[in-house]
């Protein structure tokens, strides 16, 4: 896939090391499933959503028809570097990521596009990540309901994804996965802000009076999971280096409940391993 239409790709979204034991990294600390249940995704039916769209989450035009809609999405239907998957915590086969983030991220004018598959912030001027020695450009951000990667078959009830491109084309993308609990203030900017028509000249809210910076979408840790995987939407291209932050942040059951009046089900449903390893922080 050229360059160009890769970039226009990841802007209109929303889109071995040596083995080590997991029972160092005690991620249980951040989750408890006992009120966290696997489910199927459901889409539901909103009236403002773009129903000319090529690709959705349900039905024909749902995840196991994404390979057979276009030629160029043919990686949705025979990659076997698919994202997302699903993170076994007791896994005995966990690499050791010494992958460093730095990242830095300024102020800029609140930009939020309803894509019809998603809520995306898109950031402009020099918002730069080093991550694992590279380079890269902060390009958006978007939402997924519930998560679209699993830790031990769970959904978490949503995920955020942080997209760069890199000056060869290469993404990595870190994953911010949201627990109910306490209201995020960060989070209530964009919710409070976001257009719920995804119609073309009334789907996007532009503000130069109010400014975010993506810092504070993070949690206080970087401890990651690190592996070799794709975008989780047409065209499913391999070229993501993902890097899943174990520790989630909070949203309220109000903030939760905003975002599903737009989209709750958006999530490709997790795909096989396939002998990849994951490499963990």
């Not at 209201?183 to 919710?191: P, R």
């Not at 932050?245 to 975002?259: D, G, M, N, W, Y």
Request: aromatic share 8%; with cysteine.
């Amino acid at each position: 896939m050229k360059k160009s239409t890769l970039l226009k790709t990841v802007l209109s979204l929303g889109l071995i090391s040596s083995l080590a034991s997991a029972s160092s990294h005690d991620t249980s600390k951040y989750y408890s499933f006992d009120s966290i249940k696997p489910k199927h995704a459901e889409v539901k039916k909103d009236s403002h959503a773009d129903h000319k769209a090529h690709w959705g989450y349900a039905g024909s035009e749902g995840p196991d028809y994404w390979g057979d809609l276009s030629p160029a999405n043919v990686d949705c239907k025979i990659g076997k570097r698919q994202s997302p998957i699903d993170i076994e915590l007791q896994s005995p086969n966990f690499g050791i990521s010494d992958a460093g983030i730095y990242l830095d991220y300024n102020d800029v004018n609140l930009d939020i596009l309803n894509n019809g598959h998603t809520i995306q912030v898109n950031i402009s001027g020099d918002n730069e990540a080093l991550i694992n020695g590279k380079k890269y450009k902060l390009l958006q951000f978007h939402f997924h309901a519930p998560s679209e990667h699993t830790i031990n078959s769970n959904h978490i009830p949503m995920e955020a994804h942080l997209v760069h491109i890199a000056a060869d084309g290469e993404l990595a993308v870190i994953g911010v996965l949201m627990k109910e609990g306490e209201a995020n203030s960060f989070i209530g900017k964009i919710f409070d802000n976001m257009p719920t028509d995804s119609h073309k000249g009334h789907n996007k809210v532009s503000s130069a009076e109010l400014q975010v910076n993506t810092n504070d979408i993070l949690p206080a840790s970087k401890e990651h999971w690190h592996y070799m995987g794709s975008l989780t939407t047409p065209p499913c291209t391999q070229i993501v280096e993902w890097y899943l932050l174990k520790e989630p942040i909070s949203i309220s059951s109000a903030q939760l409940a905003q975002f599903h009046k737009l989209y709750n089900g958006n999530a490709r449903p997790t795909l096989p391993l396939n002998k990849r390893v994951i490499l963990q922080k």
